[in-house]
């Protein structure tokens, strides 16, 4: 069964308005995290974002935030402000604690920000 | 700082022959490591990842094995490579096992493109 789930295969966002990308995660262990990550056309993957499964608050960081809702295992990725340079493929992933501490990834959404 | 090396940035190989990707980590000691692969506009693959040296997890079986022969030193190998080896290769290293609250993920190497033809 697919862990991750990330149902907008692409999107197309006018700059500077916020974008929201989806993600809906599965998973039976009390102990986890998530993770979102941008990956440019260069192909290094770049950390943006952590929640993890005890957190409270949702997490943010600069224009990026995460919409965490634990009961609907769901974990958006919300950018404001977008820009030329967010345009890229995103990542959502979950690592959980008793699997060996692997991360486990959704297949990606890619993110397209007009001028 | 800890940084991870990867290498070559490229490959260009033909079907049949060997294949050996090399990763390094610096300034860290006993990191788990991974190798992922992705294919042209995929998600990424978990291949294989290792807990310390000699220890090697498989996920997916394939053609393709890793080695662990020092503790930050991570080799991805082929015998023989098939056509649909091709793709982007990424290592990761990741320093807090089972940390349920800790913040770190993974940090990746460049990646390596390889091309099997």
């Known amino acids: 069964a697919q862990k991750i789930t990330q149902t907008q295969p692409g999107m197309f966002v006018q700059e500077k308005e916020a974008v929201t990308l989806d993600c809906t995660y599965d998973?039976?262990?009390?102990?986890?995290?998530l993770f979102w990550y941008k990956q440019p056309s260069s192909g290094e993957m770049i950390f943006l974002i952590y929640?993890?499964?005890?957190?409270?608050q949702n997490a943010t960081e600069g224009r990026y935030s995460l919409n965490f809702q634990k009961a609907r295992k769901s974990a958006n990725l919300v950018i404001s402000a977008s820009q030329l340079g967010d345009s890229a493929m995103y990542f959502c992933?979950?690592?959980?604690?008793?699997?060996?501490?692997?991360?486990?990834f959704g297949k990606g959404t890619r993110l397209h920000i007009l001028p | 700082s800890q940084t991870i090396h990867q290498w070559p940035a490229t490959l260009v190989q033909p079907v049949g022959s060997p294949l050996s990707l090399e990763c390094t980590v610096e300034?860290?000691?006993?990191?788990?490591l991974y190798w992922y692969r992705q294919a042209a506009g995929r998600g990424l693959q978990l291949l294989f990842y290792?807990?310390?040296?000699?220890?090697i997890s498989s996920e997916v079986p394939q053609n393709l094995s890793a080695s662990r022969p020092q503790d930050r030193q991570f080799i991805l190998s082929s015998k023989k490579l098939l056509l649909s080896d091709s793709g982007f290769y990424l290592c990761?290293?990741?320093?807090?096992?089972?940390?349920?609250?800790?913040?770190?993920?993974?940090?990746f190497g460049s990646g390596t493109r390889l091309t099997v033809v």
């Open positions: 990761a290293w990741s320093a807090f096992p089972s940390a349920a609250t800790s913040y770190y993920g993974y940090t």
């Open positions: 998973t039976s262990d009390p102990s986890y995290g």
């Open positions: 929640q993890g499964s005890y957190d409270q």
């Open positions: 992933a979950m690592r959980e604690v008793n699997r060996d501490d692997k991360i486990i």
């Open positions: 300034g860290t000691s006993n990191p788990n």
């Open positions: 290792s807990v310390g040296i000699g220890q």
